[in-house]
């Protein structure tokens, strides 16, 4: 159990079992791109939001286990540049819902059947409500639901083969009828479908809700013709006694609310503030959701650019990842900068450009765990990577904004080459005036004006590398919680030129200085630091 032998054998057995077909795949694959007179390399994706070379997939395969849903993720995070949110890819049938935080997608182990394999998955939960959900609903008078929406989805215009109404010309809905219908032997015979004059049917569909109440935008993928939503929504009403914006109201609640469920389970279990999440929606049934969902939860959204190919362009602009695990009892520095190493070379060899390599650890004493993360950028992207630089005062703006702040009530605290740290006051006011809750915030942005880091109440120091050692403890000895479970260190981020390195994941002080001391050896000693400290308790 302690070296997780049997984990460790099922996911060897499975690698072993796909390795045959896996190879012959990659290379026909390759062969095919080669002989387009395609020059760039083939890079696979990967269920943990990287990329890999070919020549990793003739090895290790299983990695591109449940890697579908990680192409959106990834284009979020590089070309959405999202640093903290719940993002919301809508298809025609699902939602998949993830989160975002500290630039890095939440991860967990990998289930097949039930069982626990040896490798991470970005942690996607997946819903049988999208864009194209069909709508149930109880028709028949001596139902107890009689005129009311009984569901939303699973079931989807696609798989039964329909058409949705909003995307039918409104001249159709003329002499039309509404019909029940059994889209599949396994559904129940009351999807609401339009039979127009001519004997074609259409699907009612979340996406006409939307466009009917507005939530679909100009240059939203999803969007249809209102005036068709309306007459089929019309056409349902009459049955159900209702108004038809009012049953478009509910389709979207009921759909919507399943959504919502998820987000607060999401929110719970990674302890997201709840004024610092955002939803972003990529997918092309983004704008059929996530307005709604948005305001539901009383939550900011936003639709991503481009939201409709978010998955291609996810793929095109993933990192390179690879994570190294190692079972040690009490871990020594020398002991986690040995396996730091192993990851950042395993990242190097799927493809990555050697000093673009960044490594995260994290030490778990409870599994006596040590774990590293490697992340870097293929020789294109880096060429393609730069982003207009921003004055201060923008990026106090863009600050201000997140924190839902004046400009004026937000402080710059520290700075590096790469990064602004900004500091802010909420200042909430209960009981007729006669409380008051101050809360304290951190945002860090890169010198574009995204947010790459936000936090609560935070310690926040600047130094340099000759009297880093010195800060790093004093940071540790001042912020560190003693409690029942022991004591907790405070996370820990060290800002360095363009670089935010994210020590939190390591159990003590010895492991961070070591660790800092590899990660910037090759810089001056009077280089600018800056130390951000967070209590675990904020």
């Given at each position: 159990s302690l070296y997780g032998l049997r984990v460790r054998t099922r996911t060897a057995v499975i690698n072993a079992a796909i390795l045959p077909k896996m190879i012959e795949t990659a290379e026909m694959t390759e062969r095919c791109v080669k002989d387009t007179g395609i020059r760039a390399p083939l890079m696979i994706m990967r269920s943990d939001g990287g990329v890999m070379s070919v020549g990793e997939v003739h090895k290790r395969p299983i990695l591109t286990m449940l890697s579908g849903p990680a192409a959106g993720i990834a284009g979020a995070l590089?070309?959405?540049?999202?640093?903290?949110?719940?993002?919301?890819?809508?298809?025609?049938?699902?939602?998949?819902?993830?989160?975002?935080?500290?630039?890095?997608?939440?991860?967990?182990?990998?289930?097949?059947?039930?069982?626990?394999?040896?490798?991470?998955?970005?942690?996607?939960?997946?819903?049988?409500?999208?864009?194209?959900?069909?709508?149930?609903?109880?028709?028949?008078?001596?139902?107890?639901?009689?005129?009311?929406?009984?569901?939303?989805?699973?079931?989807?215009?696609?798989?039964?083969?329909?058409?949705?109404?909003?995307?039918?010309?409104?001249?159709?809905?003329?002499?039309?009828?509404?019909?029940?219908?059994?889209?599949?032997?396994?559904?129940?015979?009351?999807?609401?479908?339009?039979?127009?004059?001519?004997?074609?049917?259409?699907?009612?569909?979340?996406?006409?809700?939307?466009?009917?109440?507005?939530?679909?935008?100009?240059?939203?993928?999803?969007?249809?013709?209102?005036?068709?939503?309306?007459?089929?929504?019309?056409l349902l009403a009459e049955r159900c006694g209702a108004a038809a914006e009012q049953l478009a109201e509910q389709v979207l609640d009921v759909g919507c609310r399943k959504i919502a469920a998820t987000i607060d389970e999401l929110m719970a279990e990674y302890q997201l503030a709840r004024d610092q999440v955002v939803l972003v929606g990529g997918g092309g049934g983004a704008a059929s959701l996530v307005p709604f969902t948005a305001r539901l939860m009383r939550l900011e959204h936003r639709i991503a650019r481009n939201h409709e190919v978010?998955?291609?362009?996810?793929?095109?602009?993933?990192?390179?990842?690879?994570?190294?695990?190692?079972?040690?009892?009490?871990?020594?520095?020398?002991?986690?900068?040995?396996?730091?190493?192993?990851?950042?070379?395993?990242?190097?060899?799927?493809?990555?450009?050697?000093?673009?390599?960044?490594?995260?650890?994290?030490?778990?004493?409870?599994?006596?765990?040590?774990?590293?993360?490697?992340?870097?950028?293929?020789?294109?992207?880096?060429?393609?990577?730069?982003?207009?630089?921003?004055?201060?005062?923008?990026?106090?703006?863009?600050?201000?904004?997140?924190?839902r702040l004046r400009d004026e009530e937000v402080t710059l605290a520290a700075e590096t080459a790469g990064h602004l740290v900004f500091t802010g006051e909420q200042v909430e006011r209960t009981f007729f005036g006669l409380f008051t809750t101050r809360r304290q915030l951190l945002r860090v942005l890169d010198r574009s004006g995204v947010v790459r880091l936000q936090r609560g109440a935070a310690r926040v120091s600047s130094t340099t590398l000759a009297s880093l050692t010195d800060e790093l403890t004093r940071a540790v000895e001042q912020l560190t919680d003693y409690g029942d479970a022991g004591r907790a260190l405070p996370d820990l981020f060290l800002l360095a030129g363009a670089r935010i390195l994210n020590f939190s994941g390591l159990a003590d002080l010895a492991q961070i200085t070591g660790l800092a001391e590899v990660e910037l050896r090759a810089l001056d000693p009077l280089t600018k630091l800056v130390v951000i400290a967070c209590p675990k308790h904020d």
């Amino acid at each position: 159990s302690l070296y997780g032998l049997r984990v460790r054998t099922r996911t060897a057995v499975i690698n072993a079992a796909i390795l045959p077909k896996m190879i012959e795949t990659a290379e026909m694959t390759e062969r095919c791109v080669k002989d387009t007179g395609i020059r760039a390399p083939l890079m696979i994706m990967r269920s943990d939001g990287g990329v890999m070379s070919v020549g990793e997939v003739h090895k290790r395969p299983i990695l591109t286990m449940l890697s579908g849903p990680a192409a959106g993720i990834a284009g979020a995070l590089m070309h959405e540049r999202v640093s903290d949110g719940i993002f919301i890819e809508v298809g025609g049938t699902s939602a998949d819902i993830s989160v975002i935080r500290d630039g890095n997608p939440a991860t967990r182990p990998a289930r097949l059947n039930g069982h626990r394999m040896y490798l991470n998955t970005l942690d996607v939960r997946t819903l049988g409500v999208g864009g194209g959900s069909m709508i149930r609903a109880a028709l028949s008078s001596g139902s107890l639901d009689a005129g009311k929406i009984v569901d939303v989805g699973p079931r989807s215009a696609h798989i039964a083969g329909l058409g949705y109404t909003c995307f039918a010309e409104p001249e159709e809905m003329i002499d039309a009828r509404i019909e029940l219908m059994q889209p599949t032997a396994s559904d129940a015979a009351d999807h609401v479908v339009v039979k127009t004059a001519a004997g074609k049917r259409y699907a009612l569909t979340t996406t006409c809700a939307a466009n009917l109440l507005g939530y679909v935008q100009a240059g939203h993928f999803a969007l249809g013709n209102k005036d068709a939503a309306a007459r089929a929504f019309a056409l349902l009403a009459e049955r159900c006694g209702a108004a038809a914006e009012q049953l478009a109201e509910q389709v979207l609640d009921v759909g919507c609310r399943k959504i919502a469920a998820t987000i607060d389970e999401l929110m719970a279990e990674y302890q997201l503030a709840r004024d610092q999440v955002v939803l972003v929606g990529g997918g092309g049934g983004a704008a059929s959701l996530v307005p709604f969902t948005a305001r539901l939860m009383r939550l900011e959204h936003r639709i991503a650019r481009n939201h409709e190919v978010i998955s291609p362009i996810g793929v095109a602009l993933a990192m390179v990842r690879d994570t190294v695990e190692r079972n040690l009892v009490d871990p020594t520095p020398d002991d986690i900068l040995r396996v730091r190493r192993e990851a950042a070379e395993a990242a190097i060899a799927a493809g990555a450009v050697a000093d673009s390599v960044e490594v995260q650890v994290e030490v778990d004493k409870r599994r006596n765990l040590v774990r590293a993360t490697a992340l870097g950028t293929t020789e294109m992207k880096r060429r393609d990577g730069e982003h207009k630089t921003l004055t201060v005062a923008d990026c106090q703006a863009a600050a201000a904004r997140s924190m839902r702040l004046r400009d004026e009530e937000v402080t710059l605290a520290a700075e590096t080459a790469g990064h602004l740290v900004f500091t802010g006051e909420q200042v909430e006011r209960t009981f007729f005036g006669l409380f008051t809750t101050r809360r304290q915030l951190l945002r860090v942005l890169d010198r574009s004006g995204v947010v790459r880091l936000q936090r609560g109440a935070a310690r926040v120091s600047s130094t340099t590398l000759a009297s880093l050692t010195d800060e790093l403890t004093r940071a540790v000895e001042q912020l560190t919680d003693y409690g029942d479970a022991g004591r907790a260190l405070p996370d820990l981020f060290l800002l360095a030129g363009a670089r935010i390195l994210n020590f939190s994941g390591l159990a003590d002080l010895a492991q961070i200085t070591g660790l800092a001391e590899v990660e910037l050896r090759a810089l001056d000693p009077l280089t600018k630091l800056v130390v951000i400290a967070c209590p675990k308790h904020d």
